[in-house]
C-alpha cells in the first residue's frame, strides 16, 4: 500500500526540492501544489451517533437524554452533527421525537445539524423546525432499495429529484447517502457501477456530499478501493471532496477501509460515539466505527480534525451509562480504564 504522508513530511520533502537548481524547482514546486491538494491534511468527522446510532438501539431514549447528548457533542471541536430523522414513527419509533429533538438542542453557530428525510413529508417536518441541512438515502442495491425505502433506485432517483428541488428553493443544504456500497445482506456484492450510477444521479440533483456506507460493514480495502476507483471521474477536482466514507464495524474493517481511503483523497468520515448502534442485519454486531478510534487514529496519523479526544471519549461514556449499554470504543475504554487506575492510585 502506498504510505500515506503527513503534512510535515511533504514539509520536509519541500525543502529538499527547493535546495535543487532553478529550473528542477520550478517543476517540482508544480508537483508539491499538485499534492498538497489531493493530500490535505484537515479531516471533517461527521458525528451520526444521535442518528444512525440511536436509531440501531433497542433501547429507546429519552429525548432530554438526545438533547444533551447532542449539546455535549456541540461542545467537542465536531464541525457535523446529524441530529435525528424525520422518517415516519411508525417504520423508526426511536426518532419519534425528532421535533421536539432539534427545537431543545443549542443550535451553536458553525456547527451543522442535518437530519434525514425520506420524503416531502418529512422535507415539510424539518423545515417547519428551522432545519438547514437534510440527508436524503438510497442503496445501491434494488433489493435493499425496496425493503429500506420501499421502491426501486429508479423511483429513489425521483423521489430525491422532489426533495432536492424544494431545498434549492429554500437554500437548504442537501448531503446524500448511498447504502450497501460494498455489499447487500440481500444480493450479497454490489457492483462499483452501480454506486457510481447513483452518486453521479445525486450529485447531479445538487447534493453537496455524497457518503458512501458500508452499511453492513463486509467491506475490505480492495472492495472499497474498487468503488472509489469507479468515483474517480466524477469528482472533477481529483480530490473526492464530494465524496464521504461511512463505515460499520461489523467485521472490524472500518479503520483499515478508512486507511485505504485516504490514498485517494477521502477526508470525510462519519462515525458513533462509543460507536453507538448496530446492523439490524446482524444480530450483536458492532455499529459505526467509534469516533474516539477514528480520531485516535487521525491524531496519529498527523491529520487535523479541531476534535478534542478527551472530550469525546467523556461524551461516549456519558452517553454509554445514560442507555446502559457497553462502551464500544476501544480508545474510549482503554482510556478511561487508565484514568480510573490512575483515580484508585492516587
Ligand atoms: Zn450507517
Redesign the pocket.
Known amino acids: 500500500m502506498r504510505k500515506i504522508m503527513d503534512f510535515a513530511s511533504l514539509k520536509r520533502i519541500k525543502f529538499k526540492i527547493l535546495q535543487c537548481g532553478t529550473t528542477r524547482t520550478k517543476m517540482l514546486n508544480l508537483s508539491w501544489r499538485k499534492i498538497v491538494r489531493h493530500f490535505s491534511n484537515y479531516v471533517r468527522i461527521v458525528e451520526?451517533g444521535p442518528r444512525?446510532g440511536l436509531q440501531n438501539e433497542s433501547v429507546i431514549v429519552p429525548t432530554s437524554t438526545k438533547i444533551s447528548f447532542i449539546n455535549k457533542l456541540s461542545e467537542t471541536g465536531l464541525k457535523t452533527i446529524e441530529a435525528t430523522s424525520f422518517v415516519s414513527p411508525q417504520w423508526l419509533p426511536q426518532m419519534g421525537d425528532n421535533k421536539e429533538v432539534f427545537e431543545g438542542i443549542n443550535i451553536k453557530p458553525g456547527i451543522s445539524y442535518p437530519v434525514l428525510v425520506p420524503n416531502l413529508q418529512g422535507l415539510h417536518q424539518a423545515l417547519d423546525v428551522g432545519v438547514q441541512e437534510v440527508a436524503i438515502f438510497g442503496a445501491a442495491s434494488e433489493a435493499f432499495s425496496r425493503k429500506n425505502i420501499n421502491c426501486s433506485i429508479a423511483k429513489s432517483i425521483e423521489r430525491f429529484s422532489l426533495i432536492t428541488e424544494q431545498a434549492a428553493q429554500r437554500n437548504i443544504r442537501v448531503r446524500a447517502y448511498i447504502s450497501c456500497i460494498v455489499g447487500c445482506p440481500y444480493e450479497g456484492d454490489v457492483k462499483p457501477s452501480v454506486v457510481a450510477s447513483l452518486a453521479a444521479s445525486m450529485l447531479e440533483l445538487g447534493c453537496y456530499e455524497v457518503s458512501l456506507?458500508d452499511?453492513i460493514g463486509v467491506g475490505t480495502p480492495k472492495k472499497i478501493r474498487a468503488v472509489l476507483n469507479e468515483l474517480k471521474t466524477l469528482s472533477p477536482s481529483g480530490t473526492f471532496s464530494e465524496f464521504a466514507l461511512?463505515c460499520?464495524d461489523t467485521f472490524g474493517q472500518a479503520l483499515t477501509n478508512i486507511y485505504s481511503s485516504l490514498d485517494f483523497g477521502i477526508r470525510i468520515f462519519d462515525s458513533s460515539v462509543a460507536g453507538l448502534g448496530g446492523c439490524p442485519y446482524a444480530a450483536g454486531a458492532s455499529g459505526?466505527v467509534a469516533t474516539e478510534d477514528l480520531l485516535y487514529f487521525l491524531n496519529g496519523q498527523g491529520l487535523e480534525s479541531g476534535v478534542d479526544l478527551k472530550k469525546v471519549i467523556d461524551v461516549g461514556d456519558y452517553i454509554s451509562t445514560q442507555i446502559g449499554r457497553e462502551n464500544k470504543s476501544k480508545v474510549g475504554t482503554a482510556i478511561l480504564r487508565k484514568e480510573k487506575h490512575t483515580r484508585v492510585k492516587n
Open positions: 451520526v444512525d456506507g452499511t461511512h460499520h459505526n
